[in-house]
Every structure is written in structure tokens, then in C-alpha cells.
């Protein structure tokens, strides 16, 4: 039976946002193709063995919890995520997770957060929100309208090498400014939307398991259709109420 | 008394006079208008009144209630806000209404449900007495931001308000931790035992310690992040308890029966309501008529006798049937009806989830996806369908899809009078579980078609 072993990092801190709602989503389409999934939690303090996965997963947090988290972060967990990126793993991060990928985060105090450098990004600290339901429009996906609940007061930019996740249809995105949303390197889905964002992207969401299955297995996949009504009505209902 | 202040209060009498002449709801409106005339036209009115604030992000509405009955059954006159009111605006009102033009109250005391954002402002005007934490759990995250800043806002309250008794959840140690070095006279109330026999596992909004950021270690849990914990790095533990529930005796659909200690002798109290989020609302109702001294049998009376609020476990009898409505609005509260039901329910019955995404409701709906609605396959037969409605209602029924329910036993209403129609048919009994402007609109529905009372008429 075709299986991925899935890293869940920090489902104790970086879970504010109901983004585990993405683990579950994946290990649902997986079951209802007669295929597995073995989630993996990995918490502040555990040792990352990035070998050990195929895909990993990483949500958004708070920011009393950001400080437990990200001196875990630094040193070795960092490093090994940063090796995962170049040999191709796949990741799925959100909000916080997103911004961990990056090469550092400038607080609003001024003060820079060296961060894993994986993917050449930076996040500015600001002291406003963008808060509010959004909806982009992946290139890489044929026009695919993927919607979602960003809030954030970090502004991202993303650097040489990096393509944006999709276009800003409407809402902010990484930053407001540049119409661009998410990260896309090599086999990283990086994103700010919450909702969870999986569940009702599922175009989005079997685009990353066939990923992590083609470079597992090395061959080509070709996910069987699935009943998805309650996610594509999900998904219409909030295009039609935000592009009218 | 300023001049300003008086036309404040007329304005506000009459707007609200002209809203009821025309049979419209509006609780915050009249307070709005009061507020912009003379911002400090609270302050004037609460003078002289002895106010019980009740705050926290869960049980707010349950626990005034309660304290309300307590009040009753000691014979003392007071007033309260009803029906969510519970901003600046609202509570303005409620004072004003209660009042003569001058802005001498009528009544003695003033039981005042406070939103937590709202605290800090009130609390500006109103000297509280007596102060009500019920606790801390991450709430609608669009509004709030985060934990943080929804304690830095009570922790405000509670320094404006340096002559209260304050009671406060001991078993909650993001509540505990609002009045660490405040020289309040404190009652911390708590359960000294675990609630449930299977919890429903859900995240923790509070894992790592308050002060030094070490993983708390927990003698038992009673739900959520509540329980008996405590740090082995810097001590920080959850404190004793002077009103405190020793045991569960016996649950079901209507009720808890628990052994409550308020002094010395232990008693027997039934909670006329179900659930052990109620258990803590009973708790912290009796912490805070402790505390103004009511005898203790009355308390146990009026916690006894007690009928739910608006929306909040509320009976309606339809068609022959109990249809009972139980507000869900963030993940804790949510995960609690979940656990009340999958430990309660015994019979065949007919779930109702109604999902809007206004401010009222947070118009971030992800949270959806951290209720454990997994657990409700649990009740196989007993529950063969669940009808889902609302704005949001594709992401709910969506997230039952991905809860393992099969799709045949859920059903998408989108309209409400559709769907009353068919709650109406149903033959057994009933649980509607709507998000909070869903309440309001759906009650209105249920009181039109069967003539209940409107509760602006309360």
C-alpha cells in the first residue's frame, strides 16, 4: 500500500489558527484512495530526523507561544529543515510556518530573527493586520481560485528563485503591496491562508500528495477522482461572495 | 451632575422608546447615541450602585443568570443587561434605562455581563463591587488577535477596579494569572476533581507556564487547559480553592448533581442545567454570592432552581418534541457541547449546526477545524443525520465530511425557514448548535412561528 509518513512540526505551539484542519484533509483524500498516511507529531524539544518524512507540515501560532518555539527552532531543527528543502521534501507551512521557512523576521521593535534561510524570503514586522477572508489565483494550477482566511502583521517578500504561491485576486496577501501570495521552491507550498486552506482547495491539497508520492516513489500519479461537493461548494461560495 | 449628562440620558430613554414602539431589537443603539452626547454618562449613573461584573470568554451570559437567581432569592432589587449588551454601549444603556434623568438609580445592585475587550473602558466609569472571571480560552481570533492581549485588556479591568472582590476560576491558569500582585480580596473557586470520563482531545490554549515557559504538569483535567496544574520549574500552580466542587455525583440531559463546598459542611447541589462548563458557571456564581455574604441555602436554591439563558441550553417544546438550542462559538466552548452530548445522549436525535461568519460570530470560521467533531460518530444510530445551515454552511457540512461522517447522513439547508420547516417534521428530539448571530436570528424565527416570547420583551 502507497504511504506517506507525514511530519507534523509543533502541533503544540504553532496551532492557533485551526491549521491541522491541512493534516487532516491529507490524511482523509489519502484513506478514500486505499492509500496511508502516518502523521508524525513533533514537538518543542523532540528530536527532527528529516530522513524519517516525506511531507511536513507546519502552521501558524501566537506570539507569547512564538517565543517557546523559536529558540527550538534555532540550531539544529533549522539546519535539518533547510537540508529537507534542497533534497526536495515536500512542506505545506502556513502563517508562521511560512514565515520560519524565510531567511529572518524583522519584529517591529527592530530586533532580526535569523530564521532557517530554506527559501529566499524575508518578513517585515508591522503593527497593523491584514485580516480577512481572501482569494488568489495559481498559475501553476491553470487559473485554480484558491481562498482562504489570512491574519497576519508580518509582510513577506520573496526573493531571487522564489515564485509566489499564487496572485492576489483580492485581500493582501505576503505583503499588501507586490500582488503576490505564498511561496512556491522547489517542493515547498508555503501560504498565509488559514480556513484550514486544504480542505476547501482540494485541487490545491491533491497537488501536494501527488508531489510527495511522485518524488517518494519516483513515478508518475495520477490521484483518482474523488465526491467533492461539499468542497468545491465550500470553495465557490466564498469566489462568488468575494470577486461578486 | 452635568447638563450634558442629563440630555445623554433622555436621548437614550427616548431612542429606546421610539425602537420598542417599533418592534425592533436594537440593545446597542440607544447607548451609542448616550455615549456620543457624554462619554462619561456611565460614571455619573453607576454612583451608588453596587455592580457585579462578569467577564471571561466562556459562561458570561450563564453565569450572570445565575447570579441573578441568587439575587432573587435573597430578595435584593437589581437590574441587569440582557440579551449580549455587554459593550460600553449596551451597558450604558442598561444603566440609563434604569435610571431617573438625573442618573440616580433605581436599584441596588447591577449585574453587568462585560465583554472582555470592553472591560477595561467600563471600568473606567464603573467602580465595581464584586468582579467575575470565568476564564480564558482562545476565543474568535479575528477580533481578539490573540490570548494576550485579551488578558493584558481584563488585567486593565481589574486594575481600575481596586474595590472589588474578585472571583476567579483556579483551574484556569491564564485566569489566575490576572491577578498576580493585585491587592484585591480574591475567592478562587474550582472542580478538586476530573469532570468527565472521556474527554474529547482537543488543543490546549494554555501548555507551557505563564511565567517561565516550562511545560505545566497536570494532576487531572477537567477540560480544555482547566485543571490541576502546576510548573515544575518555577512553582506557578493553580492556587486553593474556598468554593470548590469535591465530586461529580450523576449527569444527564437536564442536570449535574455535585457535592459543593461554600463553607464549612459539604452540600448537595443539583445544577438545573447540563454540561461541566455549567458546573464551573454554578461555581463561579456561588464564589461571587459568597462573597457578598448571601446565605449559603439560598444559593443552593437558586442554583437549583435556575432556568437557562437565551440560546444557552435553551428548551423549546415543538411538534411534541424537545428541541434544546446550545450556542457553539469558539473551539473550547464547541468541544465542550461535544463532550456534554457524546456523554449524555442516549437516544435517537436530530443535530442542527447553523454557521454564520459575521463579527458577532468571528469571521474567521477555521476554528471549525479544531472542535472535535470526530467525536460525534461516536453516537452511531442514536445520531443518523445532522442538517447544517448558515452562511458557511458548505464548510461545516464539509468539515463533518472530513470528521468521518458519511455523506448520505448529512444534509446542507441554506435556508432558515427550509429549515425550521424540517425541524418542525422531525420526530425525535432536537439539538440546534448555532453560532451567535445564528442564535439570535434563528430564536427570533422559532418565537414568530410559535409565538414564544421576543427577547427584547424580557
Known amino acids: 500500500m502507497d504511504e506517506l509518513k507525514i511530519c507534523y512540526l509543533y502541533p503544540d505551539v504553532l496551532n492557533l489558527f485551526s491549521d491541522s484542519g491541512n493534516v487532516t484533509c491529507m490524511l482523509k483524500r489519502l484513506e478514500w484512495r486505499g492509500m496511508k498516511a502516518d502523521v508524525t507529531e513533533v514537538p518543542v524539544g523532540a528530536k527532527l530526523n528529516v530522513n524519517d518524512y516525506d511531507l511536513f507540515f507546519i502552521g501558524g501560532g501566537q506570539d507569547f507561544e512564538n517565543g517557546v518555539q523559536i529558540s527550538d527552532f534555532f540550531g539544529e531543527k533549522s539546519k535539518e529543515i533547510k537540508k529537507a528543502v534542497e533534497d526536495e521534501k515536500v512542506f505545506l507551512a502556513v502563517c508562521t510556518g511560512y514565515q520560519l521557512l524565510g531567511n529572518y523576521y524583522k519584529a517591529t521593535d527592530g530586533t532580526q530573527y535569523d530564521l532557517s534561510g530554506a527559501v529566499n524570503f524575508h518578513t517585515i514586522g508591522t503593527k497593523d493586520r491584514f485580516i480577512g477572508n481572501y482569494c488568489f489565483e495559481s498559475e501553476e494550477l491553470s487559473g485554480l481560485k484558491i481562498v482562504g482566511f489570512e491574519n497576519h502583521a508580518g509582510k513577506t517578500y520573496l526573493s531571487d528563485g522564489v515564485k509566489p504561491l499564487g496572485k492576489v485576486l483580492t485581500g493582501n496577501g505576503n505583503n499588501g503591496e507586490d500582488m503576490t501570495e505564498g511561496a512556491r521552491y522547489k517542493n515547498v507550498f508555503a501560504s498565509y491562508a488559514h480556513g484550514a486552506l486544504l480542505p476547501k482547495n482540494p485541487v490545491l491539497a491533491d497537488k501536494i500528495l501527488a508531489t510527495a508520492l511522485e518524488r517518494k516513489y519516483n513515478k508518475k500519479f495520477d490521484l483518482s477522482p474523488l465526491d467533492d461537493t461539499f468542497e468545491l461548494n465550500a470553495n465557490k461560495y466564498m469566489v462568488d461572495r468575494l470577486l461578486g | ?458
Open chain 2, 1 to 458: 451632575m452635568k447638563l450634558r449628562a442629563v440630555i445623554a440620558i433622555i436621548a437614550c430613554k427616548i431612542t429606546k422608546f421610539l425602537i420598542r414602539v417599533m418592534k425592533k431589537g436594537g440593545t446597542n443603539f440607544p447607548g451609542k447615541i448616550a455615549v456620543k452626547i457624554c462619554p462619561s454618562v456611565l460614571g455619573v449613573m453607576a454612583r451608588g450602585v453596587t455592580t457585579i461584573i462578569v467577564t471571561g470568554t466562556n459562561g458570561k451570559t450563564t453565569t450572570s443568570r445565575m447570579i441573578e437567581q441568587c439575587l432573587v432569592e435573597a430578595g435584593v432589587s437589581f437590574f441587569c443587561n440582557k440579551s449580549g449588551a455587554n459593550l460600553l454601549t449596551g451597558i450604558t444603556n442598561e444603566f440609563a434605562q434604569n435610571s431617573n434623568i438625573f442618573g440616580k438609580c433605581k436599584k441596588k445592585y447591577a449585574v453587568i455581563e462585560c465583554d472582555e475587550a470592553a472591560f477595561r473602558h467600563v471600568s473606567k466609569y464603573v467602580d465595581a463591587k464584586y468582579i467575575v472571571v470565568t476564564n480564558i480560552f482562545r476565543d474568535q481570533v479575528d477580533r481578539f488577535v490573540e490570548l494576550e492581549s485579551t488578558m493584558s485588556g481584563i488585567r486593565a479591568g481589574i486594575e481600575n477596579s481596586p474595590n472589588a472582590c474578585i472571583a476567579i476560576n483556579a483551574d484556569c491558569s491564564l485566569t489566575t494569572s490576572l491577578v498576580k500582585g493585585v491587592n484585591n480580596k480574591i475567592i478562587y473557586y474550582g472542580v478538586d476533581c476530573p469532570i468527565y470520563k472521556d474527554l474529547v482531545s482537543e488543543v490546549s490554549d494554555a501548555q507551557y507556564c505563564i511565567n517561565c515557559k516550562t511545560e505545566y504538569n497536570y494532576e487531572y483535567k477537567t477540560y480544555g487547559h482547566l485543571g490541576k496544574y502546576s510548573c515544575p520549574e518555577c512553582g506557578y500552580r493553580r492556587p486553593d480553592t474556598e468554593v470548590f466542587v469535591t465530586e461529580v455525583v450523576s449527569s444527564d440531559l437536564d442536570s449535574t448533581t455535585v457535592k459543593l463546598k461554600i463553607s464549612e459542611n459539604e452540600k448537595l447541589l443539583r445544577i438545573n442545567l447540563p454540561g461541566g462548563y455549567n458546573v464551573y458557571n454554578a461555581l463561579s456564581a456561588a464564589a461571587v454570592a459568597k462573597g457578598m455574604n448571601l446565605d449559603e441555602d439560598k444559593i443552593i436554591t437558586a442554583l437549583s432552581s435556575f432556568e437557562c439563558g437565551f440560546g444557552r441550553m435553551e428548551n423549546f417544546d415543538i411538534g411534541g418534541k424537545n428541541v434544546r438550542m446550545i450556542l457553539i462559538k469558539n473551539p473550547a466552548g464547541c468541544n465542550q457541547v461535544l463532550n456534554f452530548l457524546t456523554n449524555t445522549v442516549k437516544e435517537k436525535c436530530l443535530f442542527v449546526t447553523i454557521v454564520n461568519d459575521r463579527i458577532s460570530d468571528g469571521t474567521d470560521i477555521s476554528w471549525l477545524w479544531d472542535a472535535n467533531f470526530e467525536k460525534l460518530e461516536s453516537l452511531g444510530d442514536n445520531l443518523p443525520m445532522i442538517y447544517v445551515g448558515g452562511a458557511r454552511a458548505d464548510d461545516m457540512a464539509n468539515r463533518l465530511k472530513y470528521a468521518g461522517r458519511s455523506l448520505d447522513k448529512i444534509r446542507v439547508i441554506k435556508d432558515d425557514d427550509e429549515l425550521l420547516e424540517e425541524i418542525d417534521k422531525a420526530k425525535e428530539d432536537v439539538f440546534i448548535m448555532p453560532t451567535y448571530s445564528a442564535m439570535l436570528s434563528f430564536r427570533e424565527k422559532i418565537s414568530k412561528r410559535y409565538n414564544l416570547k421576543s427577547y427584547w420583551e424580557n
